[in-house]
C-alpha cells in the first residue's frame, strides 16, 4: 500500500467517523496530484469536506508495527496536522502485546477530548488492547493491520483457521559475523 493510498483512506476514516462527507472525499482523493503539499489549504482543496469541518476535530493517535517506527507517518501526520487535526504518533515500544497495549493506553490516557486509534499491521492488535476502558476512542482504524477480538492473541489469530490462508513469508537465511571473530581478508 502506497503512502498516498494509506493517507487517503486514514482520512476517509476519519471523516467517516466524524461524520463528514464520504462523497467529497472519495472524488478527490482519486484526484489528488502526484506531489504533496502539506499547507491547510492545499489539503483543503484536495478534500473539500475538510474545508468545511464544523466543531472540534478528534485527536488521531497514530501506532506503528514491528520492524517500524514513528517516524514512518511522517507524511501523514503532515497532513493531517495541515488539515488541523492534532495527532500523536507514539513510539510502539514492541516489547510484547500487553505491554506495548499498556504503554499506547497510558498515552491515550493524556489526551482530552474525542480520540481516532489507528494501528498499522502489528499495531492493530496493540490498539485493540489498548481501548480497554478509555472512553475517549471514537474509532477505531485498521491499515493493512491484525484487527483482533479484544484478548486475542497473534499467536491464536495465526494458528486460527483464517490464519492458516495466509501464505507463509519465505525466510533466505544468511550468516552473519560473530563478535570478536577474526575478519576474513580478501
Do not use: C
Amino acid at each position: 500500500m502506497n503512502r498516498h493510498t494509506r493517507l487517503a483512506g486514514l482520512v476517509a476514516a476519519v471523516l467517516a467517523v466524524v461524520g463528514a462527507s464520504s462523497a467529497a472525499l472519495s472524488t478527490s482523493a482519486q484526484a489528488r496530484p502526484a506531489s504533496v503539499s502539506t499547507s491547510a489549504q492545499a489539503v483543503s482543496a484536495r478534500i473539500p469536506a475538510l474545508a468545511h469541518w464544523q466543531g472540534p476535530k478528534p485527536t488521531v493517535v497514530l501506532v506503528h508495527g514491528a520492524w517500524a517506527d514513528a517516524s514512518g507517518w511522517t507524511p501523514e501526520v503532515k497532513r493531517l496536522q495541515a488539515a488541523g487535526f492534532p495527532v500523536v504518533a507514539p513510539s510502539n515500544p514492541l516489547r510484547g502485546l500487553n505491554s506495548d497495549a499498556d504503554y499506547i493506553h497510558s498515552v491515550l490516557e493524556r489526551i482530552s477530548g474525542p480520540i481516532i486509534l489507528v494501528g498499522h499491521s502489528y499495531g492493530g492488535a496493540v490498539i485493540t488492547n489498548a481501548v480497554q476502558g478509555d472512553p475517549n476512542v471514537r474509532a477505531l482504524v485498521y491499515i493493512a493491520a491484525f484487527a483482533p477480538d479484544q484478548g486475542d492473541s497473534l499467536a491464536g489469530l495465526n494458528g486460527s483457521a483464517l490464519g492458516k490462508e495466509i501464505p507463509a513469508v519465505p525466510v533466505v537465511p544468511s550468516t552473519y559475523p560473530q563478535v570478536g571473530a577474526a575478519r576474513a581478508r580478501s
